[in-house]
């Protein structure tokens, strides 16, 4: 679908340049611009297409004040004459002397800007019925599962959420898991995974880092055999060691041994308490044997927003309800790696929260930066706006990305879409 769309959108375009063409031409005539420099000098000449108008002319304004010019563009715009008659101090400004917009060119632009909107919405409806068909074509676990956003916090029993679904299964429910709040413990085991593979490039070769019980004593080794070779290191490497690697240490890099060993230590330790804790149920995914099955289950809990919010069916049969009591809300679960798995406990409003307060910082971000370049061209020069463009363009993308990390998501493609709007 993507070179799909790609060319049909150059087809699109190719049509408004071609419904451009008298605009064009008009614009590029003696009769917009009559200034015969502009076919001269290379860099007029590239502009003479456009509605750039290179014909000026100094005029008398009077009530104009210098104030008003107070920038870097007030002698090129701006000055004061004599006037040979009477003697007097004039005011002049400089002026352009082509025609303001004209009637024929409006209706030119409002007929591209229609070619394009009805081309545009157009594509739209076909994208969306070739994307049904593919999707129809291509089948993939989002067809047979469904997702549960607001289950009951006490509600861990596969068992009783698969006989739920059975109900409205053709066949019967394949699998159901319960996603359960408990990030922080699945965090924590993940650290435990980096850091042990980073102890297993540590040690010598053939250890069984899974023992361990053994690894006290491996490490303890390993760690005596350092020492031994470190002090007979050069008097640079002893030097670096003692500046240089203190430093990387303290940021989290270059540590030995010993000091990752200690950290699992204290990792299992932590785990050890997480397990012990109780976690609610945060999501459920349910897997159809077929099809169907997923579609009448999705058509059966069809509720309105109210009635999840409100926790009232008002037209929905009472076998829809989980428990008898509970609306759920259900939807088309997304592709396992498309599921932002820590993410998953955050209730709607604490999203909604963290994307609003992103939001506010990213607008006020932008209104500095646009308040910051107008200055800079205003009182400063071109040259040095040209370059805080360049830079603005650059950075204000990447603090973007590092306020999007700080947003929670359950799906990756809400936050691409997140992060989509703020650096456009």
Same mark, same amino acid.
């Given at each position: ?44 000449? #590239? ?10 002319? =100094?005029?008398? +304004?009077?009530? +104009?004040?210098?104030? $008003? =010019? ?41 007929? *591209? ?28 676990? @989002?067809?047979?599962?469904?997702? #549960? ?6 509600? /861990? ?77 050069? +008097? ?22 010993? *000091?990752?060993? /200690? ?18 149920? !945060?999501? *459920?995914? %349910? ?18 927003? *109210? ?14 309800? &989980? ?12 592709? @396992?790696?498309?599921?932002? =798995? ?9 999203? +909604? ?20 370049? &107008?200055? $800079?061209?205003?009182?400063? !020069?071109?040259?040095?706006? !040209? ?8 950075? %204000? ?10 947003? /929670? ?16």
């Amino acid at each position: 679908m993507y070179f799909s769309t790609l060319s049909s959108f150059v087809v699109i375009f190719l049509l408004a340049g071609i419904l451009s063409i008298p605009n064009i031409v008009y614009y590029s005539s003696d009769q917009y611009d009559p200034n015969p420099n502009r076919r001269i000098n290379f860099s007029l000449r #590239v502009l003479q297409f456009s509605t750039i108008c290179t014909s000026r002319e =100094w005029v008398k +304004c009077d009530g +104009c004040e210098q104030e $008003t =010019w107070n920038n870097i563009f007030t002698n090129e715009y701006f000055g004061n004459a004599t006037d040979p008659i009477t003697g007097e101090s004039v005011t002049l400004i400089n002026r352009t002397t082509c025609l303001p917009a004209q009637y024929t060119q409006g209706m030119w632009n409002f007929g *591209v800007l229609f070619l394009l909107i009805v081309c545009i919405t157009a594509y739209n409806i076909y994208l969306s019925k070739l994307e049904i068909r593919w999707d129809e074509d291509n089948t993939s676990a @989002p067809d047979y599962s469904l997702i #549960v956003m607001n289950p009951p916090k006490n509600a /861990k029993d596969p068992d009783e959420w698969k006989g739920f679904f059975d109900t409205f299964s053709d066949k019967h429910v394949t699998l159901v898991t319960v996603a359960l709040g408990n990030d922080e413990l699945l965090n924590t085991l993940v650290a435990k995974r980096r850091d042990m593979k980073t102890l297993r490039g540590l040690l010598p070769k053939g250890v069984n880092i899974s023992d361990e019980e053994a690894l006290d004593g491996i490490v303890l080794n390993e760690h005596n055999r350092r020492l031994a070779e470190e002090k007979q290191r050069s +008097c640079f490497a002893k030097l670096a060691g003692i500046t240089i690697t203190p430093l990387l240490r303290a940021l989290g890099f270059c540590l030995t041994e010993d *000091v990752i060993w /200690k950290r699992v230590k204290a990792t299992n330790t932590k785990i050890k308490e997480l397990e012990q804790k109780e976690y609610d149920v !945060s999501v *459920v995914f %349910v897997t159809f044997e077929t099809e169907q099955g997923q579609r009448t289950a999705l058509e059966a809990m069809n509720f309105s927003q *109210v009635e999840v919010f409100t926790n009232t069916a008002i037209t929905a049969d009472p076998s829809a309800l &989980f428990r008898g009591n509970t609306v759920l809300n259900c939807c088309e679960a997304a592709d @396992p790696d498309a599921i932002r =798995w820590n993410d998953l406990k955050c209730t709607t409003f604490e999203i +909604c929260i963290r994307q609003l307060l992103t939001f506010g910082v990213t607008c006020a971000l932008v209104g500095l930066s646009g308040y910051v370049l &107008f200055l $800079t061209r205003i009182k400063v !020069s071109t040259t040095i706006f !040209s370059i805080i463009l360049s830079a603005t363009n650059s950075l %204000v993308p990447m603090i973007v990305r590092i306020l999007v990390s700080y947003e /929670k998501h359950r799906r990756e493609g809400a936050m691409q879409v997140s992060l989509y709007v703020k650096v456009t």
